[in-house]
């Protein structure tokens, strides 16, 4: 088992910045990478980013690209999300999640692909 907890949500003008936080725990070293998802009032899930614990390339949804970073501390076993120039848009629940392994080329945006998943943490963008 994997726990995942999420933190750094909260209140941020457009334009701010935020840093979300999902700290690992269990069976981490099962893990192949972590995403993070979001889900705003009245909407679906929707992938944001996602990283593999190894390494490599980094994935984004194109409405978060230049804006938002994914970065991961392996020692600390804690993935990041930097968002940046933050739009009221942004405002959502954000889950961040861990997945054992890859199927396909867009394994990193599919939800079923993900094995845990943390419990949300609020981010508001006020305009």
């Known amino acids: 088992q994997v726990q995942l907890v999420e933190s750094g949500g909260g209140l941020v003008q457009a334009g701010g910045s935020l840093r979300l936080s999902c700290a690992a725990s269990?069976?981490?070293?099962?893990?192949?990478?972590m995403g993070w998802f979001r889900q705003a009032p009245g909407k679906e899930r929707e992938f944001v980013a996602a990283?593999?614990?190894?390494?490599?390339?980094?994935y984004y949804a194109d409405p978060v690209k230049g804006r938002f970073t994914v970065s991961r501390d392996n020692a600390k076993n804690t993935v990041y999300l930097e968002m940046n120039s933050m739009k009221p848009e942004d405002t959502a629940v954000y889950y961040c999640?861990?997945?054992?392994?890859?199927?396909?080329?867009?394994?990193?945006?599919?939800?079923?692909?993900?094995?845990?998943w943390g419990q949300g943490t609020q981010v508001t963008v006020s305009s």
């Open positions: 999640a861990a997945t054992k392994v890859s199927y396909g080329s867009t394994w990193y945006k599919i939800e079923s692909q993900y094995n845990y």
């Open positions: 269990g069976r981490t070293s099962s893990m192949y990478a």
């Open positions: 990283i593999p614990w190894s390494g490599g390339r980094t």
